[in-house]
């Protein structure tokens, strides 16, 4: 058995495991259409692949280029054998070739993406409302919420992007994994945009549903620089109340529940997704920080990536950071997936000891990564 990286060759025994693994059926493909798999195998087939996809995330104001896994499967004949451990590190390797420092999945079993330094950091939750209780957020004056436009692409997208570049995690959605561009933007049921002033100030995308009189929306996002459009926007769903008496909303719902007189029902789904560091150095120095100064010193613990395994200096300066070798001397041992935790703001310093990620109490990395918790509201 060995790992590649597969080419069209490939393409049919990657069609017929991943039918298997994932329990679809059709034709096979003929071609990977220039997507990045790697896979183990021998003459007789493949054994296991996994793909790469070519991302980019907003950490602090800053794009950084991110690695998604995605499309995992490993053969029953081959489970129990190392071949996801073999594909993972292969795609790390690859990852940092490709100067993608930070890599994000969603996993359907978070221990195994664990023992390889990957580590929960947050969730994509699905949410059931009362569609009626949209209806009961104050009505906002002044604001004209209508169905969005093809002359209407850039706004909708100028505000996600400026959601996007405040908001640590979220995805750029540019690039050759958005192939649809301007085409998907529009590509939901309805995508309603708000007007303030005759200017646009936030839009909300989601799927009418199929059934007559029981159907339920599928609301994908909500996007708004004020808050009146958010309120003239939720409360246009409740127009659909008589049809569809329930709305399943993606993704968090904090600020939902700022805006809803009554509190938000708990998530009915729950999809976590973890992230790796996988190039120490170039993460730190692609992401923005907050204006603060910190200066810390740790030695990072990643078995699976020796480069990392060493004393490093971390210095935050100016929205700015830096990760540099340091000393031999006595460090502080911080884990890889405790790194994974401060860096997207899932846990402090006390957390991550407490986890046995962190040797001994480092307050001052507080400092360097104290901010908000990350989101992400693509699946992939």
Known sequence: MTVRQLTDD???????????????SGELPATLQGKTFVGEGDADGLAGIARLRHYEQWWGGRR??????????VHPDARGRGTGRRLMLELIGLMRELDEPVSVLYPTAAGIYRRLGWE?????DDTTVPTAAFGRVTEPAGVRVRTARPEDVAA???LYDAFARSTDGLLARDGIEFPAADEGVLAADVVALAEVDGRPAGYLSYQRGSGYRDSQLRVHELVAERPEAAAALLRSLSTWDSVAATAR????????????PAAVPPATAVQPWMLRIVDA?????????AERAADVAFA????????????WRLVVESGSGRLEPAGDRDLPQLHVRGLALLWAGAGD????????????????????????????LDYF
Do not use: C, K, N
């Open 249 to 260: 909303w993606r993704g968090p719902t904090s600020e939902l529940g700022l805006l809803l």
């Open 64 to 73: 950084v280029r991110m690695g998604g896994i995605a499309s995992v499967a």
């Open 120 to 124: 929960v950091v947050g969730t994509l």
């Open 10 to 24: 490939d393409a049919a025994d990657v069609g017929r495991l991943s039918q298997l693994a994932f329990g679809y």
């Open 349 to 376: 310093a006390a957390l991550v000891r407490r986890a046995g990620l962190l040797d001994r109490p480092l307050p001052a990395l507080d400092r360097a990564f104290a901010g908000q918790q990350a989101r992400i």
């Open 300 to 311: 990072l613990v990643d078995p699976d990536v020796p480069a990392h395994a060493r004393g």
């Open 156 to 158: 909708v997208r100028s």
């Open 281 to 289: 150095p170039a993460a730190v120095a692609a992401r923005g920080f």
